[in-house]
């Protein structure tokens, strides 16, 4: 997978969000990890469907296969990192959720961060 850039983590008492985007994909990506499942959300076109196909081959199917939400009013939508840089969402926003045990919540964040290359 191309190289991840990350834009912010931050973490509550119920919820973790991951917020970045594949550079040389110009692709935006959101995880939102809550106790017992995880969103994920992507450009509804070819590389966000591709993001989703590959992490699916490392944690598993997801629970509730992608289908798109948002459709076009999600188009122009900026996701901007503190350098300056930023990514369009293309489209609408293509949606992933994975259900997990809540003992498995930490192993989920895991694989997630391992995915983007964030789990140093």
Do not use: H
């Amino acid at each position: 997978m191309n190289s991840f850039k990350l834009i912010q983590i931050k973490e509550s008492e119920v919820q973790l969000r991951i917020e970045g985007y594949f550079e040389k994909l110009n692709t935006p990506f959101s995880a939102v990890i809550l106790k017992k499942w995880g969103t994920i959300q992507t450009s509804a076109n070819e590389n966000g469907s591709r993001i989703i196909g590959e992490l699916t081959k490392e944690i598993g199917a997801p629970s509730i296969p992608p289908n798109m939400t948002g459709g076009e009013s999600c188009e122009g939508e900026v996701m901007e990192d503190n350098s300056g840089n930023s990514v369009l969402f293309q489209g609408g926003v293509l949606t992933a959720v994975w259900d997990f045990e809540a003992d498995k919540r930490n192993c989920f964040i895991d694989n997630i961060k391992n995915f983007l290359g964030i789990n140093k």
